[in-house]
């Protein structure tokens, strides 16, 4: 049990650490990947917000998953 346990937490740690995210982190002031998801309402794309108009007012990309919440 214990080495089954020890497996487990060293295969975890390797998928950590292999993660694309820990390779390619972004930095403050890099642009943005571009992204497209679909809301209930419509599709939105990160060029939709890029230009003159996203660089006066400034634009904020917030996730929040559905924890606690039915459906």
Same mark, same amino acid.
Request: proline share 8%; aromatic share 12%.
């Given at each position: ?6 497996? #487990? $937490? ?11 995210? #820990? ?27 890029? $230009? ?9 990309? #917030? ?9």
């Amino acid at each position: 049990m214990r080495s089954r346990t020890l497996v #487990a $937490g060293s295969l975890a740690l390797l998928f950590v650490l292999a993660s694309p995210a #820990a390779f390619g982190a972004p930095t403050i002031g890099q642009p943005a990947p571009e992204f497209i998801f679909q809301s209930a309402e419509r599709t939105y794309a990160s060029a939709d917000y890029v $230009g003159e108009s996203a660089r006066k007012k400034g634009v904020v990309v #917030a996730w929040f998953p559905k924890a606690f919440t039915p459906g």
